[in-house]
């Protein structure tokens, strides 16, 4: 029993310090985008924050896709480390980055050819879609560097270097917040003016992360095409389903932007402003699933499945206790919150709504990214795939709908944060039989090779 204490304990420890260590550089970037949020409002033109809306929408997409080719870097990186295998481990690392670069140089070429078609599909129109795509068109050909960046953060924290990945997202997200207000009221370049800063933010974190695992680790090898040949079947394996499973989240995102878009611009610039809250309140949640997941890999790979369980089960506890401590502080704040905004209406009351109860519902979010995580570490990445889809699609439109017929705006939000609930439920008891089956598997491996020792010994001695 103490030992199980002790082994609870310590991986709850290193899962509180992965995800904190790693929430702090995530914390500055998306500090950086609230911020953005208010010097774009002291603009005085709400038009401005509902294209903020829009435009995040799509270029969510974009980082969707970063998201899943580093959920791969740091995977395969993961689990040759744990294997003791370091030259494979910059293989892999090398082979995803040109990976991204590939992508990331081909997406924004389709995407900025139907850059008007995408954004009114989303909802946006008039001097509101105007804005949009000079916002995206600024942002959207960086792509590349987002990437890089972000498939070099997977490995430092793969390679336990999880401070220096926070030490270098945080200088960009300072580059950004120097640059800001600088382009957006000092060469009065407003709204181009927060792009652009951003482009700066991107090309420090890529340079630096690629620098820093180069100089420390020597993570990365030559680059070559013959590598991502020859590994494109296993990148492939986990890219590709990791991809999807992330691209999920924009499509829910869209989903509730198309309907928050009936109830007019107060409740679309409210989405926008929940929606760049939301990470930095949670920035913790989110660096989470980045976190435990070289956790898991390394364990999973070593073949410590008793330590790949307790690694879960100390993710969800850590989910459950941020949220709430989290959720307290936005309510004593709701109100600082909305004047930062100028907000007023239906904007205002929105804003109330989520730094409140709908905030508590970040612990289920919170949940299917500790599962997504443990999934795509052991073998399983298409489990993550139907659970996000699932959460993103079934879990959101039928709920999103009926909120709206009931409660207008606030009942879409409302619904999304119901659906959301079934499907962390289905997640987190897939992934709890998936741990046990490990070290049932184990236990049953150990007790047939036990016995094949044990029927060779009375052979001798017969």
């Given at each position: 029993?103490?030992?199980?204490?002790?082994?609870?304990?310590?991986?709850?420890?290193?899962?509180?310090?992965?995800?904190?260590?790693?929430?702090?550089?995530?914390?500055?970037?998306?500090?950086?985008?609230?911020?953005?949020?208010?010097?774009?409002?002291?603009?005085?033109?709400?038009?401005?924050?509902?294209?903020?809306?829009?435009?995040?929408?799509?270029?969510?997409?974009?980082?969707?896709?970063?998201?899943?080719?580093?959920?791969?870097?740091?995977?395969?990186?993961?689990?040759?480390?744990?294997?003791?295998?370091?030259?494979?481990?910059?293989?892999?690392?090398?082979?995803?980055?040109?990976?991204?670069?590939?992508?990331?140089?081909?997406?924004?070429?389709?995407?900025?050819?139907?850059?008007?078609?995408?954004?009114?599909?989303?909802?946006?129109?008039?001097?509101?879609?105007?804005?949009?795509?000079?916002?995206?068109?600024?942002?959207?050909?960086?792509?590349?560097?987002?990437?890089?960046?972000?498939?070099?953060?997977?490995?430092?924290?793969?390679?336990?270097?999880?401070?220096?990945s926070m030490y270098v997202t945080l200088f960009g997200g300072i580059v950004n917040a120097v640059l800001d207000p600088i382009l957006i009221f000092g060469f009065d370049l407003g709204l181009e003016g927060a792009a652009y800063a951003s482009v700066m933010a991107r090309l420090t974190m890529a340079v630096g992360g690629i620098w820093y695992v180069i100089r420390a680790h020597r993570g990365f090898e030559k680059p070559s095409f013959a590598l991502v040949i020859r590994d494109t079947k296993e990148v492939s394996a986990l890219a590709g389903p990791a991809v999807l499973t992330n691209l999920a989240t924009p499509i829910g995102t869209a989903i509730i932007t198309r309907e928050m878009a009936k109830?007019?611009?107060?409740?679309?610039?409210?989405?926008?402003?929940?929606?760049?809250?939301?990470?930095?309140?949670?920035?913790?949640?989110?660096?989470?699933?980045?976190?435990?997941?070289?956790?898991?890999?390394?364990?999973?790979?070593?073949?410590?499945?008793?330590?790949?369980?307790?690694?879960?089960?100390?993710?969800?506890?850590?989910?459950?206790?941020?949220?709430?401590?989290?959720?307290?502080?936005?309510?004593?704040?709701?109100?600082?919150?909305?004047?930062?905004?100028?907000?007023?209406?239906?904007?205002?009351?929105?804003?109330?709504?989520?730094?409140?109860?709908?905030?508590?519902?970040?612990?289920?979010?919170?949940?299917?990214?500790?599962?997504?995580?443990?999934?795509?570490?052991?073998?399983?990445?298409?489990?993550?795939?139907?659970?996000?889809?699932?959460?993103?699609?079934?879990?959101?439109?039928?709920?999103?709908?009926?909120?709206?017929?009931?409660?207008?705006?606030?009942?879409?939000?409302?619904?999304?944060?119901?659906?959301?609930?079934?499907?962390?439920?289905?997640?987190?008891?897939?992934?709890?039989?998936?741990?046990?089956?490990?070290?049932?598997?184990?236990?049953?491996?150990?007790?047939?090779?036990?016995?094949?020792?044990?029927?060779?010994?009375?052979?001798?001695?017969?």
């Amino acid at each position: 029993m103490s030992q199980a204490v002790f082994l609870t304990g310590g991986l709850m420890r290193h899962v509180a310090t992965m995800s904190l260590t790693a929430s702090v550089g995530i914390l500055a970037i998306f500090a950086v985008d609230f911020v953005d949020m208010v010097f774009i409002a002291m603009l005085g033109e709400a038009e401005l924050a509902s294209a903020i809306g829009y435009a995040g929408t799509l270029l969510f997409f974009t980082n969707a896709i970063n998201i899943g080719l580093s959920i791969a870097a740091g995977t395969l990186v993961a689990q040759a480390l744990g294997r003791d295998d370091e030259q494979a481990a910059r293989e892999h690392a090398t082979s995803v980055a040109l990976f991204a670069l590939i992508i990331s140089v081909a997406i924004p070429i389709v995407v900025l050819s139907n850059l008007a078609a995408l954004l009114g599909w989303l909802g946006a129109e008039g001097e509101t879609l105007a804005f949009s795509i000079r916002y995206c068109s600024v942002i959207l050909p960086t792509m590349f560097l987002m990437g890089l960046a972000m498939t070099a953060m997977a490995v430092l924290r793969s390679h336990g270097d999880a401070k220096v990945s926070m030490y270098v997202t945080l200088f960009g997200g300072i580059v950004n917040a120097v640059l800001d207000p600088i382009l957006i009221f000092g060469f009065d370049l407003g709204l181009e003016g927060a792009a652009y800063a951003s482009v700066m933010a991107r090309l420090t974190m890529a340079v630096g992360g690629i620098w820093y695992v180069i100089r420390a680790h020597r993570g990365f090898e030559k680059p070559s095409f013959a590598l991502v040949i020859r590994d494109t079947k296993e990148v492939s394996a986990l890219a590709g389903p990791a991809v999807l499973t992330n691209l999920a989240t924009p499509i829910g995102t869209a989903i509730i932007t198309r309907e928050m878009a009936k109830f007019g611009t107060e409740a679309v610039a409210a989405m926008a402003v929940i929606g760049r809250l939301t990470p930095l309140a949670f920035a913790a949640v989110l660096a989470l699933s980045g976190a435990i997941g070289p956790i898991v890999g390394q364990n999973y790979g070593a073949g410590q499945f008793e330590r790949v369980r307790g690694a879960f089960k100390a993710g969800l506890v850590f989910i459950t206790v941020y949220v709430i401590s989290v959720t307290i502080l936005l309510f004593f704040s709701r109100t600082f919150i909305a004047d930062l905004f100028e907000a007023s209406g239906e904007m205002r009351d929105l804003i109330f709504l989520f730094c409140g109860p709908l905030a508590l519902f970040q612990i289920f979010n919170g949940a299917i990214f500790v599962c997504n995580a443990s999934f795509n570490n052991l073998g399983h990445p298409y489990y993550s795939t139907v659970v996000n889809w699932g959460r993103h699609t079934l879990g959101t439109l039928p709920f999103a709908l009926a909120g709206a017929a009931i409660a207008g705006a606030s009942g879409v939000l409302t619904g999304q944060a119901v659906g959301g609930v079934i499907f962390a439920v289905i997640g987190t008891a897939l992934a709890w039989r998936l741990t046990g089956s490990l070290q049932s598997n184990k236990e049953i491996d150990e007790f047939a090779k036990h016995q094949n020792v044990h029927q060779v010994t009375i052979r001798r001695n017969w």
